[in-house]
């Protein structure tokens, strides 16, 4: 096992892969049909022998109305970027995301990222990051499981995922790179510049009109790093818990007095029971309830398995706290095997240690985050609609679901449970609907399932 450095081609890569055939064109037709008489069909026909379609969406955009590229999309490869970027582009939520997992895929040989440092730092850097692979590759070796030996991973090591999003959600996250909370971090200025580059080619002078906007908000304290590496706390195990900070008075009769207005031209038909308008085909009345909760110290590994639902508020601090306070999670199959213990501990250990000695050597601040492991803790918030929040239970509630973040799920739930009957209809799968989705993975556990969130 020997996991390669980045650098030459192996560098933080990304390019924009696949786009809408007609983009500019229909983004044109988007800018007049608001005040052009004629059918849509006509207006884009028309856009057609146009020669002023640039010069017409970049004058609708500086008036503000931004909605008019978001018609033109793009897929887009980040290629060989340390897990610290896959973290940052995933909170942008207006996006479809498809990452390579650290559940089932082998990361030994995938190589880590090598931020720029002094030259007293780098070598103990690459030797230090270099022990971590080689731990995990180790704890493979003693029978754990990839989704728990990942833990030891350190947060400079290489993802691979694609992102599909519109203009102008990808033009905000190249200007959040280049001039927002991405400004001070070398990877993600570096792959904004190259976004911004490409997207010059399609919007030849859109990303610069966005500078003013992100750098107004150079002064928000909350992003900036600080000027020198911050003190580390002693390394100390914990584990997740999940706390319902408040709930929607009365979602019973939320939701109820909600169907009953949504369905009043069929008043001569009986009210719907909580059960059918859960179950319907359209529940939206459980978006009119909602809940909030916070998640203390959830694994950083889990937090990607929380970020993917896009129907939500979450709040996940920067990647640095979580190195700060150094906490960090013990998975059952390695706390029941003494030798994998051993080694396991000694890698949070050793890693406080380098850190420590390398910030005496002047490391740059920047690059504390990489010596994040995915193993180590953050607190998150989230709000939920109650529709999401089925969703959500659906998935995290089932026996195949990561089990930090499962954990947590049952726990919310039960707890919800206590504010209406409602919550009772939300759980896996196989509860709420009587059938598994899993295929040839089901767990064949469903009457148990089904007795367990029936209580």
Same mark, same amino acid.
């Given at each position: 096992?020997?996991?390669?450095?980045?650098?030459?081609?192996?560098?933080?890569?990304?390019?924009?892969? *696949?786009?809408?055939?007609?983009?500019?064109?229909?983004?044109?037709?988007?800018?007049? =049909?608001?005040?052009?008489?004629?059918?849509?069909?006509?207006?884009?026909?028309?856009?057609?022998?146009?020669?002023?379609?640039?010069?017409?969406?970049?004058?609708?955009?500086?008036?503000?109305?931004?909605?008019?590229?978001?018609?033109?999309?793009?897929? &887009?490869?980040?290629?060989?970027? *340390?897990?610290?970027?896959?973290?940052?582009? =995933?909170?942008?939520?207006?996006?479809?995301?498809? &990452?390579?997992?650290?559940?089932?895929?082998?990361? *030994?040989?995938?190589?880590?990222?090598?931020?720029?440092?002094?030259?007293?730092?780098?070598?103990?850097?690459?030797?230090?990051?270099?022990?971590?692979?080689?731990?995990?590759?180790?704890?493979?070796?003693?029978? =754990?499981?990839?989704?728990?030996?990942?833990?030891?991973?350190?947060?400079?090591?290489?993802? +691979?995922?694609?992102?599909?999003?519109?203009?102008?959600?990808?033009?905000?996250?190249?200007?959040?790179?280049?001039?927002?909370?991405?400004?001070? =971090?070398?990877?993600?200025?570096?792959?904004?510049?190259?976004?911004?580059?490409?997207?010059?080619?399609?919007?030849? +002078?859109?990303?610069?009109?966005?500078?003013?906007?992100?750098?107004?908000?150079?002064?928000?304290?909350?992003?900036?790093?600080?000027?020198?590496?911050?003190?580390?706390?002693?390394?100390?195990?914990?584990?997740?818990?999940?706390?319902?900070?408040?709930?929607?008075?009365?979602?019973?009769?939320?939701?109820?007095?909600?169907?009953?207005?949504?369905?009043?031209?069929?008043?001569?038909?009986?009210?719907?029971?909580?059960?059918?308008?859960?179950?319907?085909?359209?529940?939206?009345?459980?978006?009119?309830?909602?809940?909030?909760?916070?998640?203390?110290?959830?694994?950083?590994?889990?937090?990607?398995?929380?970020?993917?639902?896009?129907?939500?508020?979450?709040?996940?601090?920067?990647?640095?706290?979580?190195?700060?306070?150094?906490?960090?999670?013990?998975?059952?199959? &390695?706390?029941?095997?003494?030798?994998?213990?051993?080694?396991?501990?000694?890698?949070?250990?050793?890693?406080?240690?380098?850190?420590?000695?390398?910030?005496?050597?002047?490391?740059?601040?920047?690059?504390?985050?990489?010596?994040?492991?995915?193993?180590?803790?953050?607190?998150?918030?989230?709000?939920?609609?109650?529709?999401?929040?089925?969703?959500?239970?659906?998935?995290?509630?089932?026996?195949?679901?990561?089990?930090?973040?499962?954990?947590?799920?049952?726990?919310?739930?039960?707890?919800?449970?206590?504010?209406?009957?409602?919550?009772?209809?939300?759980?896996?799968?196989?509860?709420?609907?009587?059938?598994?989705?899993?295929?040839?993975?089901?767990?064949?556990?469903?009457?148990?399932?089904?007795?367990?969130? *029936?209580?």
């Amino acid at each position: 096992m020997n996991p390669t450095l980045c650098s030459g081609s192996d560098a933080p890569r990304v390019q924009i892969i *696949s786009h809408s055939d007609a983009g500019e064109l229909v983004c044109a037709s988007a800018a007049r =049909i608001s005040t052009t008489q004629g059918s849509a069909l006509t207006v884009f026909e028309r856009s057609k022998e146009k020669e002023n379609n640039g010069t017409l969406i970049e004058k609708v955009v500086a008036s503000g109305h931004r909605s008019v590229v978001e018609h033109a999309v793009f897929t &887009v490869a980040f290629d060989n970027v *340390s897990v610290c970027t896959e973290e940052f582009v =995933i909170e942008f939520r207006l996006a479809s995301y498809t &990452v390579q997992s650290r559940r089932y895929v082998d990361f *030994s040989d995938i190589g880590f990222y090598t931020p720029d440092m002094p030259q007293a730092c780098e070598g103990p850097y690459k030797s230090h990051m270099t022990a971590l692979f080689e731990t995990y590759a180790r704890l493979l070796d003693m029978g =754990i499981p990839k989704e728990d030996a990942r833990f030891v991973l350190p947060y400079c090591f290489r993802s +691979n995922f694609y992102c599909t999003m519109n203009a102008r959600e990808l033009m905000h996250m190249m200007a959040t790179m280049l001039w927002g909370r991405g400004r001070e =971090i070398p990877e993600l200025v570096a792959l904004g510049t190259s976004l911004k580059q490409q997207l010059e080619a399609f919007f030849p +002078n859109l990303p610069d009109t966005m500078r003013s906007q992100y750098e107004k908000h150079n002064g928000d304290m909350r992003y900036r790093l600080p000027e020198t590496i911050p003190a580390v706390a002693e390394p100390a195990v914990a584990a997740a818990r999940g706390v319902l900070c408040s709930v929607t008075p009365e979602a019973d009769e939320t939701v109820r007095c909600a169907a009953m207005q949504n369905g009043a031209m069929t008043c001569a038909l009986p009210p719907m029971t909580l059960e059918e308008i859960v179950s319907g085909e359209r529940p939206r009345e459980l978006e009119l309830i909602r809940a909030v909760f916070r998640i203390e110290g959830l694994s950083l590994a889990a937090v990607t398995h929380l970020v993917r639902h896009r129907v939500q508020s979450v709040l996940v601090p920067q990647v640095m706290q979580a190195i700060v306070a150094n906490r960090y999670v013990l998975p059952p199959t &390695v706390a029941e095997n003494p030798e994998a213990a051993a080694v396991y501990h000694h890698a949070f250990a050793e890693n406080t240690r380098v850190l420590r000695e390398l910030a005496e050597k002047g490391l740059p601040v920047s690059a504390m985050q990489y010596f994040a492991m995915a193993g180590h803790l953050l607190d998150c918030s989230c709000a939920m609609n109650g529709r999401e929040l089925k969703h959500f239970f659906a998935l995290r509630t089932c026996n195949r679901a990561q089990w930090e973040i499962r954990a947590v799920a049952e726990e919310l739930l039960f707890a919800l449970r206590e504010h209406g009957e409602v919550f009772r209809l939300f759980g896996p799968s196989c509860y709420t609907g009587g059938c598994c989705p899993e295929g040839r993975f089901c767990c064949g556990k469903m009457q148990e399932m089904q007795r367990k969130y *029936s209580r």
